[in-house]
């Protein structure tokens, strides 16, 4: 199979499995998601005044209200879920795909992709997102005490979900398959004569492994600042590796 031929069919693959899906689930998914992940408040919470960044796979851009001092430009691949989002004035809200950015390089002080590397469905397709935002970021020095506020270099937060959850409700552990569809039921209340209705939609996901995302970030040439797990997910905090003069 060519290259060309291999992107269409992940192309065609993740549109049926996750793009499609999000479209038709958006009003749903978006009532059931409202409070922020502890990590990224806390990574926006800290970001110094006036940062410039961008939230990519925004979904219903929850995390556009918690920092009224930074500005964000989001965008999701889902027309619908960003109709949600544009109501977060007055960041900016746009419909774009994490493999075709439509965002200038080396500019941006931050940008939080939170839950999206996992749907892409192979890992050639994860590193390219990857380094798809950190391409975005100022690049990072060789200096690992640079931090953003100092010099503006730029950082990115990544989070996905984990293979690693045996406590959690879906039971997955060391062992388990990694790729998965994960069902999403959307019931309908019942009006009049017509009764409840539910429907179940499956969305795919790549459960990542202890690990993998950091090896992930460095393949797609970031340096990793911070990582760790947090309620059934894995997170990184990378910058982007400066090329050697």
């Known amino acids: 199979m060519t290259a060309e031929l291999s992107r269409m069919v992940s192309d065609a693959y993740e549109d049926r499995h996750v793009h499609q899906v999000y479209d038709q689930i958006a009003s749903h998914f978006s009532s059931t998601r409202y409070k922020p992940w502890p990590v990224v408040e806390q990574f926006l919470t800290d970001l110094?005044?006036?940062?410039?960044?961008?939230?990519?796979?925004?979904?219903?851009?929850?995390?556009?209200?918690?920092?009224?001092?930074?500005?964000?430009?989001?965008?999701?691949?889902?027309?619908?879920?960003?109709?949600?989002?544009?109501?977060?004035?007055?960041?900016?809200?746009?419909?774009?795909?994490?493999?075709?950015?439509?965002?200038?390089?080396?500019?941006?002080?931050?940008?939080?992709?939170?839950?999206?590397?996992?749907?892409?469905s192979t890992a050639a397709r994860r590193i390219e997102a990857l380094s798809a935002v950190l391409e975005t970021l100022r690049p990072v020095s060789q200096d690992k005490s640079a931090i953003i506020g100092n010099d503006r270099q730029g950082k990115a937060l990544f989070l996905v979900w984990a293979l690693e959850q045996k406590c959690s409700r879906r039971g997955w552990d060391e062992g388990d398959e990694q790729d998965v569809m994960v069902p999403w039921v959307m019931t309908q209340k019942s009006t009049g004569t017509n009764p409840e209705e539910s429907r179940t939609f499956h969305r795919y996901y790549h459960l990542y492994r202890h690990g993998e995302l950091e090896e992930d970030?460095?393949?797609?040439?970031?340096?990793?600042?911070?990582?760790?797990?947090?309620?059934?997910?894995?997170?990184?905090?990378?910058?982007?590796?400066?090329?050697?003069?």
């Open 217 to 245: 970030i460095v393949a797609a040439g970031g340096v990793i600042l911070g990582s760790g797990y947090e309620k059934d997910n894995w997170w990184a905090i990378a910058g982007r590796r400066s090329p050697i003069i």
């Open 48 to 120: 110094p005044d006036g940062a410039i960044g961008l939230d990519i796979g925004c979904g219903n851009g929850k995390y556009l209200a918690v920092n009224p001092k930074i500005y964000i430009v989001a965008s999701d691949r889902s027309e619908s879920l960003v109709r949600f989002a544009t109501k977060h004035q007055p960041h900016s809200s746009l419909i774009a795909e994490n493999l075709n950015l439509p965002h200038p390089k080396s500019f941006f002080d931050f940008a939080i992709s939170i839950a999206v590397i996992h749907h892409l």
